[in-house]
């Protein structure tokens, strides 16, 4: 008797499997950045940031100099302690501006960025280019003049720009209008 209950406990019992562990590639993780001796940061959001201009009929950029619509945006230092030691000569120095220069690949002048011309498999708009201004007015892009000086605080502090595309010749031509231009922050 003692046998039949140890195979009756067997007969529903079941021995389950252990799986064997896979394991995969992930992929990368890229970490950038960088540790700055300057009164304020420049928000990580707000370093390769992307400024959406959205799609504009080519019959409102019909003849050079034509523009859209101005989208706004703005780059934002963090952190601002306006009363920094600089290292060099370890003494207070008090920052109440900083400027902005910005640098890319120009296209007829030195206020209109040149839009990338690669692009895997995408038709490239022509005639077209980018102006960033400040005060409504065409900003220098190609890396030789710092824009007007803003007025910093402590804490926190943004910059106010705007962006439009240009006509660079009469008659834009549709496609892909996309460009990239790097900047540096100048502190006084």
Known sequence: MLLLPVL?????????AVPETITVDGGNINFTGSVVNAPCAVDVDHNGKSVMLGQVATNKLVSKGDTSSVVPFTIKLTGCDLTAEVAEGEEVVNYTKASITFNGSTIGDDSTL??????????????????????SKPIKIDGSTATGAASLISGNNEIPFGATYVATADGAVAGTAN??????????
Do not use: C, M
């Open 8 to 16: 009756a406990v067997s007969a529903f019992s079941s021995v389950a």
């Open 114 to 135: 040149a839009l990338n011309t690669s692009g895997s498999g995408e038709n490239l708009a022509k005639n077209v280019g980018i102006q960033i201004l400040q005060n």
């Open 179 to 188: 460009s990239t231009v790097s900047f540096r922050v100048t502190y006084e």
